[in-house]
């Protein structure tokens, strides 16, 4: 399935730290999104290859977002705000994912003091141990799967003190699933049920919000966007006053610094 390239980087996604499954190796992108699977060829300049049927297309279309508002939120980038503009300038191919929540929240629940490649080991990890095996691989794990695990066996995971919280987590949702994607629980509701969970904080719940249930105002604080504040913000807080693409502004700016400035 072809689709055109305008605006739209997949290797800066795979490497932006929203999804823990989506990997750049040479001019391919392999994804693989619960149980299904997609790889994205450069085919030329202004073109890409979906690895995909007419008839999964919808599916794929959806989760890479890519009928989103971007170029109406690059435009509501307030004028006064150069560093911003120059991080959408150079990061405008970037996409906010719609992951799934439950897959979401676990690998967000794994990736607290941890690495991008070594929350991505653990990941695949966690899907070897108790995913699903198809011909392309391991779907991620359903909660099911993960709550009939020993902490022994997460613990092979390289999970460490998370442990702990990745079965709690999955055992909760067994008894009692995780609003769907298109909840109308409000931002304060979402956010409060979310750190209901063992081992979710504020940054955490976040990163669910924003990768899992696409609240796109919802702009997480880590380590890279406190610098961002601190060195380009006086140490204030820009976001709460960023409005609704809030979080895409936040991964404009964690994509710039982390990928380009060094």
Request: net charge neutral.
């Amino acid at each position: 399935m072809k689709i055109a390239n305008k605006n739209l980087d997949f290797f800066l996604i795979a490497r932006s730290g929203q999804c823990f499954r989506m990997h750049a190796s040479g001019e391919i992108i392999a994804l693989r999104a619960g149980s299904r699977t997609l790889e994205i060829r450069r085919t030329g300049p202004e073109e890409l290859d979906l690895s995909c049927s007419e008839e999964a297309f919808p599916f794929w279309s959806h989760y890479l977002d890519l009928n989103g508002p971007y170029a109406k939120a690059i435009g509501q980038i307030p004028p006064d705000d150069p560093y911003l503009q120059s991080c959408a300038a150079c990061c405008r191919g970037l996409r906010i994912l719609r992951q799934d929540p439950f897959e979401t929240l676990i690998s967000f629940i794994i990736s607290q003091r941890k690495s991008i490649p070594a929350i991505q080991s653990c990941v695949e990890k966690l899907c070897a141990l108790c995913g699903e095996k198809d011909e392309k691989g391991f779907a991620f794990p359903t909660p099911q799967a993960i709550a009939a695990c020993s902490l022994e066996e997460l613990s092979t995971c390289s999970l460490g003190y998370r442990a702990p919280y990745v079965r709690e987590t999955a055992r909760l949702v067994c008894a009692s699933p995780l609003p769907s994607q298109n909840t109308r629980l409000s931002d304060d509701r979402l956010m409060q049920t979310l750190l209901a969970f063992p081992g979710v904080g504020i940054k955490v719940a976040s990163c669910v919000m924003l990768f899992g249930y696409h609240r796109l105002s919802c702009a997480p604080v880590d380590v890279w966007i406190q610098r961002v504040i601190d060195t380009h913000y006086h140490g204030v807080n820009p976001f709460p006053s960023l409005g609704a693409y809030a979080g895409l502004y936040q991964q404009y700016m964690f994509c710039h610094a982390r990928l380009f400035e060094g």
